[in-house]
C-alpha cells in the first residue's frame, strides 16, 4: 500500500486554520493578580472563562508557552464522547456499578454541556450532536463490545444496541461484522463532534472580552509552593497569584508535578482529501456519527464538514523519561494508521491522506481525571488526567474548577475531585510497564 511521502505531506492539523492569536507578549517584570492559569488549551481557556463570567472583578492572566490551542486541544479529532476509559465494562469491575454509573453521568452532562456552552456564548464550531457508535472489531471486539452492552444495561445508561444489518444502514464499513455477531454495534445518542480549534478561539475571545489577559509564547518553568505562589517565566519575569490553575495537560510533569502520576503519551491522526460525492455514497454515514471500535486498542475517527475522514488509532507511544518533546514525523506511525484505515473503510474509499500529526496526552494509570489543590503547592489546582478523552471534560471542567476558585468548595461530591491518581515512582517501570501494556493489549486484541 502506498504511503504518502514526507514532502507531500502537511503535518499542522487542519483545527489550527480556526485559530488566530488572540494574545500579547509578556512584557517581562512582577506582576500581581488574583488568579493565573497556564495553559490556553480547552481546559485552561474554560477555566478562564467560568472564573471570570462569575467574578469579573478579579485581575486573571493566562500564560501559554506556544500559542493558544497549540497543545492536544488543536490536535484531537474533536470527538465529544461520554464515558471514562472507552471501556464501561472496565470501570464498572474497578469501581463498581454505582460509582461507574454517577462518572458516566457526569461524562453525560459534559457532553451535554459542552454543546450548550458553545451555543451560548455564540461559537460557531460545526457542532454536530450525530452521536457516536461503538464497532465491533474482531472476535475479541465482539466480546467486549457484548460485555460493553450488559454493562450500559445494568447502569440504566443511554444507548442502542444494533445488529449487523442496522449498523450497515448508518454506516458502511469494511470489517462490518457478519450477521451472526450480536451486537454488531452500541449507538450512543449523546455524543458529537465539533471544531476544536475554533471552540479554543471562541472561548479566548469570550476570555478578552471579560477583561482577562492571554500571554502567548509564555513558558512557565517554576511555581513556587507559597500562598501565594510566584510563577517564574521563561526569558524573565515573575508573576505573584492567589490562585493558580494548572491546566497544561501532558506537559505538567515537566513542572516537576504530577511525575510519575501523569504519562505523557503521544498520539496520531491522518486527515484525508474531501470524499467525493460518489464515496460519501458508499460509506452511507447520513448521520455523521462519531465512530470507535471495541477494541482494547481502538481506531476513531469522524467525518470533518468538509467530508474528510479525521481517522486516529494505532499503538499510543511513551518515550523513556516522559519526553514531551513534540515527535519527528516518523513513516511507521503513519504507515500504521493507514493499514488500520484500509482495515475499516471499503475499498471503493481511496485513501489520499492530506495531512498527519501527533500530538500529547496526560494519561495516568486508572484513566479517572484528577482535579485537585496540589498538597505540596496550597495555591495550585491541577486539572487534568484526561487520558486521552478530554474535549468535553475538558469543556466542562471549567465549571467545576471556577466553583472551587469561586466558593473554595467543588461544586458536588465529583470522582474528578481526589487526591493523587495512581504513582509509578521510577523511570524503568514507567518506561518497560507501558511498553510492555500496550504489547499485552495488543495481542489480546489480535488472540
Ligand atoms: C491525536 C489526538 C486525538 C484526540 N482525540 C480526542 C477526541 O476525539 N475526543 C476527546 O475527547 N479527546 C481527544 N483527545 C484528547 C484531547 O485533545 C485532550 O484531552 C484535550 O484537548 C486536553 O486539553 P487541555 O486543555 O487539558 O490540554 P492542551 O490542549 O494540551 O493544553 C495545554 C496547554 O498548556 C501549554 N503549556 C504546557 N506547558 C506549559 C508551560 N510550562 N507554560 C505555559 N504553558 C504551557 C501547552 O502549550 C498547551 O497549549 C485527543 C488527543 C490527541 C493528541
Redesign the pocket.
Known sequence: MPVPTKTMLKHEPIWTAGVESQGQQFPGGRHCVDTVV????????SAAWHILAKRPEQTLLV????R??????????????PGIGQNLAALIKRVGVEQARGMYNQTLWAVNYAGELAQKLGIDCELEMGGQLIVAHGAKGSERLRNQAQAFAELGLPHELLSSAELDHLVHLKHSPDATCDPAAIRLPIAGTLH?GRMVNGLAQQVLDLGGIIYEQ????NISSGQPATITIEGGGEIVANKVIL??????P??GIMKGRVLPV????LLTEPLSPAEMQVLGWQGRE?IIDSRRLFN?F?LTKDNRIIF?GGLPRYHWGGSTMPEPDNPEYLAELSAEFRNTIPDEIELKVARS??????YVLDTIPAIQYLPNKPAVIH??G?????????IASGAWVAHLVNEGIPPEQLPWFRANPPFIPFEPARFIGFQATTLVMSLMDRA
Open positions: 497556564i495553559g490556553a488549551g480547552l481546559a485552561g481557556l500564560l501559554e508557552a506556544g493558544i490551542g497549540s497543545g492536544a486541544s488543536t490536535r484531537s479529532t474533536g470527538m465529544l464522547t476544536p509564555a513558558k512557565v518553568t491546566a497544561t495537560s501532558g506537559n505538567a515537566d513542572l503521544h498520539l496520531s491522526v462519531c476513531y469522524r486516529g500529526w501527533n500530538g500529547l496526552i496526560d486539572v487534568g484526561w487520558s486521552g478523552h478530554g474535549v468535553a471534560l475538558t
